[in-house]
């Protein structure tokens, strides 16, 4: 498999591959993926809507969202999904038939998928190749991944830490999707100062290569002296990606004007190796 939007060096690298070394890269890291057991596996009654019993007075993410979906943001989101831009337009009748099944069977899981039980060919794994082949030639697909993504998955190790961690402070289960995430809940939970925590609490505009874009903070703090603190974890390595330094740039600004501090927290404030 061909992941989606690879940057110029993951594009080089797959051009180079044959059909069958494609395939077989797809397998390791398929393997490698296996053992990351869903943190809900087996669990019932366990996802209750986080916005339960919220209003956007009470609560940042809610307030997020009722501002957030304006008629000018409807509009693009609505033009984006329009005709051939539309994934589901690409294969003719397909949401069609899908509608179907799923107003004959309620779902499409089991048995109830038509592709339950089989394997797809060597043939069928080589048309979809040649497919991604031609869709990764859009240089915004091709830029989008980032230079640590693109070196994994050449070395076949896309691997992710990611799991569920209990905040004592916030009185709920939290998630994260790397072990700098983690570092971090870690020490605002053991921060005596630190009253509450946020994990993406909500939505900052910023511009990008002319196109307006939407930039999610890592976590929004509140202290006991009244300082509220808006933190991007990241790594070091992130300072080269143009995107990511547009989107720290509007998240100061942002800051200075709701009256709040920011700060980026890398290697060196979260106990990960050197913070050069």
């Not at 799991?163 to 402070?169: A, I």
């Not at 511009?207 to 002296?225: L, S």
């Not at 989107?247 to 190796?273: D, M, P, R």
């Amino acid at each position: 498999m061909i992941p989606r939007g690879p940057n110029a060096a993951l594009k080089k690298y797959w051009d180079n591959l044959s059909v069958e070394e494609r395939i077989d890269r797809g397998r390791k890291i398929s393997v490698s993926m296996k053992g990351n057991v869903p943190w809900n596996k087996g669990l019932k009654g366990v996802q209750v809507a986080w916005n339960k019993g919220l209003t956007k007075e009470t609560d940042l993410r809610v307030a997020k969202y009722a501002t957030l979906h304006t008629d000018e943001w409807k509009k693009e989101a609505s033009e984006r999904m329009l005709g051939d831009k539309n994934p589901m337009r690409r294969i003719p009748g397909l949401a069609k038939r899908i509608g179907e099944k799923i107003k004959k069977n309620g779902t499409l899981a089991g048995e109830n998928n038509s592709f339950y039980g089989k394997q797809h060919t060597v043939e069928r794994k080589i048309a979809h190749s040649n497919f991604m082949k031609e869709y990764t030639k859009d240089v915004e697909v091709i830029n989008s991944y980032s230079k640590r993504t693109t070196d994994l998955y050449i070395k076949g190790k896309m691997n992710f830490s990611s799991g569920k961690f209990y905040s004592e402070k916030n009185g709920k289960t939290l998630h994260y999707r790397s072990t700098y995430e983690l570092a971090a809940y870690e020490i605002l939970e053991n921060d005596v100062e630190v009253v509450s925590y946020v994990c993406e609490p909500f939505f900052i505009f910023y511009i990008y290569k002319g196109k307006k874009k939407r930039y999610i903070p890592d976590i929004f703090v509140e202290y006991r002296d009244g300082i509220k603190l808006l933190i991007e974890v990241m790594s070091v390595w992130q300072y080269s990606d143009e995107k990511k330094l547009a989107k720290l740039e509007a998240g100061k600004h942002y800051c200075k004007e709701q009256g709040f501090e920011f700060n980026i927290w890398t290697e060196g404030k979260l106990g990960k190796g050197s913070n050069k």
